[in-house]
């Protein structure tokens, strides 16, 4: 049975501070890993990676896979309000195309 | 941009009621998808689509069908309400490609079943 495992399940931090969350897999035919962010409804697409070491970047926000330790860390610095969110993890399955999903990250970023 | 609409924001809906949620998508993807969310559960598969009249059962089918019967279109129903059932659903939808399992997401329907 396909893993997503997210850590933590909660983080509060102060704004400015830099955050890293964590998430590890088990999936056969491993093809890539996905993160969203959940501000109030629905999960919006931050990156997509399949790479191993390849870091992606947007903002103050990265992303980078490690295939051999299986796991991928979400990067945020200078966190703003704003970063409040509920990140998800995600993986497709095996000959499938639907996500096995982590059970998130709270983010809780206060001034 | 991609769109998928969720017909209602919020529901409140009696024991024993048929409810039908319904989600549309304006891309013209192939995969339809309906999950749950749960605090402290994370998203939950209840079923997903990949064409017309074709339906996959998911994690957490029972309790639930669905119903295809246009591609932009993808509808959940509940056949008897229960309270357990209260819940966040969250419809999505995506390309038919194995090099891109990107999915885009409605606004989610949040259901209390009383």
């Known amino acids: 049975e396909d893993k997503v495992v997210q850590s933590p399940l909660s983080l509060v931090v102060h704004e400015g501070d830099t955050v890293t969350l964590n998430c590890s897999y088990e999936v056969t035919n491993f093809r890539s890993l996905l993160w969203y962010k959940q501000e109030k409804k629905a999960p919006t697409f931050l990156f997509m990676l399949?790479?191993?070491?390849i870091e992606k970047k947007s903002g103050r926000l990265s992303s980078i896979l490690d295939k051999k330790e299986l796991f991928s860390i979400l990067n945020i610095t200078a966190t703003q309000t704003g970063d409040s969110a509920i990140y998800l993890c995600a993986a497709p399955g095996a000959g499938s195309y639907q996500l096995t999903f982590g059970k998130g990250t709270k983010l809780s970023v206060i001034p | 941009d991609v769109k998928v609409t969720q017909s209602s924001r919020y529901l409140v809906k009696r024991t024993g009621e048929k409810v039908f949620l319904e989600c549309v998508q304006d891309?013209?993807?192939?995969?339809m998808f309906w999950y749950r969310q749960d605090p402290g559960l994370g998203l939950r598969l209840i079923y997903f689509?990949?064409?017309?009249?074709?339906?996959e059962k998911g994690d957490i089918p029972e309790g639930y069908s669905v119903s295809r019967e246009k591609k932009e279109r993808f509808s959940l129903i509940l056949e008897s309400a229960s309270t357990n059932q209260t819940s966040m659903y969250l419809c999505a939808s995506s390309f038919w490609s194995a090099t891109n399992e990107k999915l885009f997401f409605g606004s989610g329907t949040q259901l209390s079943v009383l």
């Open positions: 891309m013209d993807h192939e995969n």
């Open positions: 689509s990949y064409d017309v009249k074709m339906k």
């Open positions: 399949t790479s191993s070491g």
